[in-house]
């Protein structure tokens, strides 16, 4: 079983992903798009009203705190839908990075990984990026 940081991780690469192919339209992002790469580890029984309810509870989080740390915009953020997704300036800079180990910018790996249904590289991508919006704010500082 994955830990919270590795699906995490294999979330927020999918919606970076998704956000980076959109950019720069806005997108609603839905918990049922991305459900069975979540895998909620509290996730004992369907729920027929709520079949997503731990991923829900998961995947909002998430977004939320993509958007706190300033990596995306989102409007309201409810019952597993986020309305109006779009990468910040910063979220974008970091995806347009093309790191010297790598052919090609981190968003471009990051949309080819998910078609793929890549999950180890797309955490270590995603790794890769968060690491890279560290560094950029920690310099500009």
């Known amino acids: 079983m994955a830990?919270?940081?590795?699906?995490?991780?294999?979330l927020v690469g999918r919606l970076f992903g998704e956000l980076y192919e959109a950019?720069?339209?806005?997108?609603?992002?839905?918990?049922?798009?991305?459900?069975?790469?979540i895998e909620a580890a509290g996730l004992n029984e369907i729920?027929?009203?709520?079949?997503?309810?731990?991923?829900?509870?998961?995947?909002?989080a998430s977004v939320r705190w993509l958007g706190n740390a300033g990596l995306i915009e989102h409007g309201d953020v409810v019952a597993g839908t986020a309305h109006d997704c779009v990468l910040t300036a910063k979220g974008l800079e970091i995806l347009k990075?093309?790191?010297?180990?790598?052919?090609?910018?981190?968003?471009?790996?990051?949309?080819?990984?998910?078609?793929?249904?890549?999950?180890?590289?797309?955490?270590?991508?995603?790794?890769?990026?968060?690491?890279?919006?560290?560094?950029?704010?920690?310099?500009?500082?």
């Open 23 to 37: 950019f720069p339209i806005p997108r609603n992002l839905f918990c049922t798009d991305m459900q069975k790469h």
């Open 3 to 10: 830990t919270n940081i590795e699906r995490f991780d294999n």
């Open 97 to 141: 990075a093309t790191p010297a180990c790598l052919e090609g910018a981190l968003g471009d790996r990051l949309v080819q990984a998910a078609k793929h249904d890549a999950d180890e590289e797309l955490r270590q991508l995603t790794g890769q990026a968060l690491s890279y919006g560290i560094s950029l704010a920690l310099h500009k500082f």
């Open 47 to 60: 729920d027929d009203f709520n079949p997503c309810a731990d991923e829900a509870r998961f995947f909002t």
